[in-house]
């Protein structure tokens, strides 16, 4: 093995073979040649066909698959036509996971590091016994002491079941509250928040394609993209019926084409990062027009109600005396007072006459505070920001929004409904779908106003509208709970936070888990007062590489090597585990068995099993297995065993688990046993589904769906609330919260907090636009770079698929022709991207080649994620080009409130060889 003039490890031919033979062998790293020279002479003729029923492993879906199986070697992943979702296809991310199974980066066996930690690894092979002996003495010690010196940080979520959910609920029952981190924050977890802001629910914006007939994508590729729940068959598949069918027409709102071709009738190439200047613009413009859905508002949402505009109040919505706490109420908080145009008065929402005397504008005296509708309020806020003003900041025309918005609020039919089930459904037809998209600078902010343009016509949750949640939920969960339970006991909030994401303190009161920023925090644990150094500290790392996956590589990589103990749950070597991890623990790919798992498309979803598409190679187990095992080397396998049953619902039914000792004592068996007692509950068997059978459930408009369900029912409110919990228009969450942090953090010792933490300018009850961050960078940085996913990989997980890399091979650095001409570049030069950290005055080089495309908006530079990473050196030649984290930083200024990260920094490019190298 060498190292290139970057210190990088290159891996020639000749490493290769090694790594497949005796090398492979004392690594602990896997290979296929090594895998299949060990096989015996029986099995090597033994050549029986079986087709094993499993799941896809490495898409978004988990769709229904068939491993076609000789021997004990998958050859080839199909489909399962049982699948009502797919139909019986499987995309070419599917299809390529067979790649996975014999990447020759996969490690063998428990791995146990031997020099120090910062650098490539050099390692032991150990038993799991040992594995699990050390680990668990090293863990516990921590755990007793003070279980926040615990983090458990999850990338890739399959199954969760057995890891993320049992496993950290059930030892934090037995030591305390450990840290759990996700990696939402680098995907799209600020648009999660937003809508838990808003509506109690889950997910980002997707849309009810069979009944749409305006489409809205923004940020989406109309023919590659997918979101919240959809992958590659699926989302186009929606969109290309919905235009044959219903003539759906699509705009596309996005800084690149990319291959959206006839899919795409309007193609608007916005500013990267300005997102949020085009959606007040939009709204400002249905606003004008009168395109308002006042039915919606005034029975489904705040915006009728009263907020004083004097006083100590100021900001609040006004409550009756004897209202309930509205921090243990998210749903609909009894008590909220609207102005009753009839009784001339204000009263609760819930008791008015009727919705029409429901006020949305004016001024009113309550109790002698001044007060206005909260939707007054909009009124001003909103009419600042016109299309011309956009136009300045977005690049978009100022009649093009214009003329889109009035587009949007005449296609929403205010007004129209049709039947379901004998019940009069409102019916918008229009929709939008946002999600990657969501991460900027001011990505909950954007999230909120792209919503607003929903709300204003009516058209969320209704027939052909944008879904703010899933058919199967019968009402809101407790998703909007924390973030109200602070804002109206602030007292919760406070300076310390309990570990590096700095979740619910004044840093960052709503939490996205800091994929990056935690590692921001854990270099600096004075400045964000930890309450732990990380060399005081254990990370368990399951299925993530946040070396790669995360912004700010050299940040990531001096905060894990920093910490004490590190364990990485993975089937590869990562980057990760390379620099950083202590332990390694091999988990199989698509050689396991787990579940139960499944996904929906917006209208159907299903429930199965993934069968080990053939044995476990090497000495690798399936997460599950390492999970019960872990459980008991931290002494906590009861409290796993009594979270098991609520995961799986078992739980009150005849399937439960009575206890630990209950349980099988092998692993494999206890994984078995467990999935046959869940597919009990469903009427079902572990054979069942072994047979290649799936559960369906299925909601089509018209049949007892969602829409019918949610009107028919009784919740209490008679004309009012059809969802059954209010909206909040009016984000009264946010500006409680941001007088809390305001609060504390002028009692802070940080001089200036706003220039500390920029983002604390957006905790405002409306969408309110500032300059990001990135735009203080000095002018010579004249492009804005944006990075996006591509459907074809899975984060950096398949940087090194090299079945994918045959068909989204590269990172190159998409320039538009007129950038290209200036810069002097043409198509496959050679270039020095730099990027600038105007928050720190930092900059970050890589190098790549150039890609000219029309469909890149000019002032604009993209490069794809998922590269950069180890490179096969059997597809070496692909070139896949750098990782793009290490060009983007991180920490404020480049995070948003919720400590979500922002894919977007200014830049300049430059031919290799010139001033900038």
């Known amino acids: ?342 009784a001339g008065e204000a009263v609760a929402h819930e008791e008015a006459s009727s919705p029409e005397n429901v006020a949305l504008e004016g001024t009113y005296e309550v109790d002698g505070v001044e007060a206005r509708p909260a939707f007054d309020l909009y009124l001003d806020q909103i009419s600042q920001y016109d299309p011309e003003w956009a136009a300045e900041i977005t690049g978009i025309d100022a009649d093009t929004i214009d003329e889109l ?156 090597s920093r910490v004490d103990t590190t364990i990485v749950c993975d089937p590869w070597m990562s980057e990760t585990a390379d620099v950083a991890a202590d332990y390694v623990l091999p988990a199989a790919t698509a050689d396991k068995l787990q579940g139960p798992t499944g996904g929906w498309d917006g209208y159907a979803d299903i429930e199965h099993i993934r069968f080990p598409s053939m044995d476990p190679l090497w000495d690798t187990k399936p997460d599950a297995e390492i999970y019960i095992q872990l459980a008991k080397a931290v002494d906590a396998y009861e409290e796993y065993v009594a979270d098991i049953n609520d995961e799986l619902g078992l739980d009150g039914t005849d399937y439960a688990y009575a206890g630990a000792d209950e349980t099988p004592d092998d692993p494999s068996e206890f994984l078995r046993d467990g999935l046959d007692r869940w597919a009990q509950t469903k009427g079902k068997s572990l054979e069942w589904f072994r047979e290649g059978n799936v559960i369906t459930n299925e909601w089509d408009v018209g049949g007892g769906n969602r829409y019918a369900y949610t009107w028919g029912m009784d919740n209490g409110y008679g004309e009012f609330n059809p969802y059954d919990a209010k909206h909040e228009f009016y984000s009264e969450t946010l500006f409680r919260l941001g007088e809390r942090v305001d609060e504390l953090m002028a009692d802070s010792k940080f001089d200036d907090p706003v220039s500390e933490f920029p983002y604390l300018q957006d905790y405002n009850a409306y969408p309110t636009w500032r300059e990001p961050t990135m735009y203080d960078s000095p002018d010579e940085y004249d492009l804005t770079l944006f990075s996006w996913h591509q459907i074809e990989h899975k984060q950096t997980r398949t940087a090194n698929n090299k079945l994918l890399n045959e068909i989204a091979p590269k990172s190159a650095f998409r320039l538009n022709p007129e950038d290209a001409d200036r810069i002097g570049v043409e198509d496959g030069d050679e270039v020095v991207l730099e990027t600038h950290d105007a928050q720190n005055d930092e900059t970050y080089q890589v190098e790549g080649v150039v890609m000219i495309q029309d469909g890149v908006k000019p002032g604009t530079v993209g490069v794809p994620h998922h590269h950069g990473s180890w490179k096969d050196p059997e597809s070496e030649a692909l070139d896949e080009g750098p990782s793009i984290n290490r060009a983007i930083p991180s920490g404020p200024g480049y995070l948003g409130l919720d400590n979500g990260q922002a894919f977007q920094v200014r830049a300049k490019v430059e031919p290799k060889g010139g001033d900038s190298e």
């Open 405 to 560: 918005a009035m587009k949007w609020g005449e296609k929403a039919k205010i007004g129209a409904t049709v039947e379901v089930d004998g019940i009069e459904i409102p019916y918008r037809p229009v929709g939008m779908h946002g999600y990657h998209v969501a991460q900027q600078e001011m990505g909950v902010s954007t999230t909120i106003a792209h919503y607003h343009a929903a709300m204003l016509v009516g058209a969320v949750d209704v027939v052909g509208s944008t879904r703010v949640r899933k058919a199967k939920y019968d009402g809101p969960k407790d998703y909007r709970e924390p973030f109200r339970d602070q804002a109206f006991h602030p007292e919760k909030i406070t300076k310390e936070p309990d570990g590096p994401s700095l979740g619910g303190s004044m840093f960052h009161p709503i939490d996205s888990t800091a994929f990056s920023q935690s590692h921001v925090s854990q270099t600096n644990p004075d400045k964000y007062n930890l309450p732990y150094e990380p060399e005081e500290m254990a990370w368990i790392v399951q299925m993530a590489n946040p070396v790669t996956s995360a912004p700010g590589v050299e940040t990531v990589i001096e905060s894990m």
């Open 1 to 342: 093995m060498l190292r290139n003039d970057d210190d990088n490890l290159e891996l020639t031919r000749r490493d290769a073979m090694k790594a497949g033979g005796a090398a492979a062998v004392a690594l602990g790293l896997g290979g296929t040649a090594s895998h299949l020279t060990s096989l015996g002479e029986a099995q090597s003729t033994s050549l029986e066909y079986e087709e094993v029923p499993t799941a896809c492993w490495i898409g978004k879906m988990d769709c229904s698959a068939t491993a076609k199986k000789v021997g004990n070697r998958v050859v080839k992943y199909e489909g399962n036509p049982e699948d009502p979702r797919t139909e019986g296809s499987l995309c070419p991310k599917g299809q390529a996971q067979i790649e996975q199974v014999y990447n020759p980066y996969r490690v063998k066996a428990p791995l146990k590091r031997t020099n120090e930690k910062g650098q490539h690894g050099e390692w032991q092979e150990i038993s799991w016994d040992q594995a699990m002996d050390e680990i668990g003495e090293d863990l516990k010690e921590k755990l007793q002491d003070d279980p926040r010196r615990v983090v458990f940080q999850v990338g890739r979520k399959k199954s969760p079941q057995w890891q993320e959910d049992a496993w950290v609920t059930g030892t934090s029952n037995k030591y305390g509250s450990m840290e759990k981190y996700g990696h939402g924050a680098a995907c799209s977890d600020s648009g999660y928040r937003g809508q838990e802001l808003i509506f109690a629910t889950h997910g980002v914006s997707e849309t009810d394609f069979e009944n749409c007939e305006f489409f809205i994508g923004w940020g989406h590729n109309m023919t590659q993209g997918g979101g919240a729940h959809l992958c590659q068959i699926t989302w186009p598949k929606q969109i290309a019926d919905a235009r044959d069918d219903q003539g759906m027409e699509t705009v596309a709102i996005d800084p690149q084409r990319r291959n959206s071709g006839p899919y795409t009738d309007q193609w608007l190439p916005i500013e990267p990062g300005t997102d949020m200047a085009f959606w007040l613009a939009f709204n400002s413009v249905l606003v004008r027009e009168g395109y308002i859905d006042e039915e919606y508002l005034t029975t489904a949402t705040n915006a009728p109600c009263l907020v004083a505009t004097e006083g100590d109040e100021d900001g609040h919505i006004l409550r009756t005396d004897d209202a309930q706490d509205p921090g243990e109420e998210y749903t609909w908080a009894d008590g909220e007072l609207v102005w009753d145009e009839d």
